[in-house]
């Protein structure tokens, strides 16, 4: 998963031991909206981090999952990020 994110142009991914992986995303895309089209329109559930003591909505908590589940967020991010 990690590998995949990472082939995302401008989609920043941390390393992590945890079962998530904590990505920062462009300057121009808002957080909270991409969270709201990726359930509206691909029905994937992410987690937007502005909530979060220091972090901003420039961040998604996004959980490892198996590749079935992996790969179409890595696809929906694809499309979401390089227009």
């Known amino acids: 998963m990690l ?3 990472e082939r995302i142009p401008g989609l920043r991914v941390f390393p992590s031991k945890a079962n998530f ?3 920062e995303l462009p300057p121009n ?3 909270r909206m991409l ?4 359930l ?3 029905g994937l559930m992410v987690r937007e ?4 003591i220091g972090s901003s909505e420039q961040y998604l908590r996004l959980a490892v999952q198996t590749k079935q589940a ?7 991010l694809n499309r979401e990020l390089t227009w």
């Not at 981090?49 to 979060?52: L, P, Q, R, Y």
């Open 3 to 5: 590998e995949q994110l």
């Open 21 to 23: 992986l904590y990505v």
């Open 40 to 42: 509206e329109e691909y």
């Open 29 to 31: 895309v808002p957080g």
């Open 49 to 52: 981090c502005s909530n979060k």
């Open 70 to 76: 992996v790969d179409p967020l890595v696809q929906a």
């Open 35 to 38: 969270r709201d089209r990726l």
